[in-house]
Nanobody
Framework: QVQLVESGGGLVQAGGSLRLSCAASGRTFGNYVMGWFRQAPGKEREFVAAISRSGRSTNYADSVKGRFTISRDNAKNTVYLQVNSLKPEDTAVYYC?????????????????WGQGTQVTVSS
C-alpha cells in the first residue's frame, strides 16, 4: 500500500500561482510513476500531469502545458505540481496518485492509490 497526502491548495486570483505537494509513504517512492489529476464539480476526473520514476520524463494535459510543472524529490518522498497563470477553469480538487503498473501516459482508471485531494479555487 502507498499512502498519499496532498497539500498546498487554496484560493487565488486569476493569474496567480500555487505549489501543490504530495507526500508519499508506505513503499519505496522512487519505484513509482506519480500523477496529478483534478476533478471539477459535475465533471469527470481528468489527467493533469505525470512524472517518471527518475523524474526525467514528464507528460502534461494540453490544457496545462506551459503553465504547470510537475517535479519530484525522491529523497523527500514528495511530488510537486507548480501551477502558474491560473485560470478560473483550473478550479478543482487536485489529487495525486500512483499505481503498481502505471506509466506517464496511463489513464486515471488504472491508478491504484489516491490521496484525499486539495482544493484549488481561482477567482476571476
Amino acid at each position: 500500500q502507498v499512502q498519499l497526502v496532498e497539500s498546498g491548495g487554496g484560493l487565488v486570483q486569476a493569474g496567480g500561482s500555487l505549489r501543490l505537494s504530495c507526500a508519499a509513504s508506505g513503499r519505496t517512492f522512487g519505484n513509482y510513476v506519480m500523477g496529478w489529476f483534478r476533478q471539477a464539480p459535475g465533471k469527470e476526473r481528468e489527467f493533469v500531469a505525470a512524472i517518471s520514476r527518475s523524474g526525467r520524463s514528464t507528460n502534461y494535459a494540453d490544457s496545462v502545458k506551459g503553465r504547470f510543472t510537475i517535479s519530484r524529490d525522491n529523497a523527500k518522498n514528495t511530488v510537486y505540481l507548480q501551477v502558474n497563470s491560473l485560470k478560473p477553469e483550473d478550479t478543482a480538487v487536485y489529487y495525486c496518485a500512483t499505481g503498481e503498473r502505471v506509466t506517464i501516459v496511463t489513464p486515471p482508471t488504472e491508478y491504484d492509490y489516491w490521496g484525499q485531494g486539495t482544493q484549488v479555487t481561482v477567482s476571476s
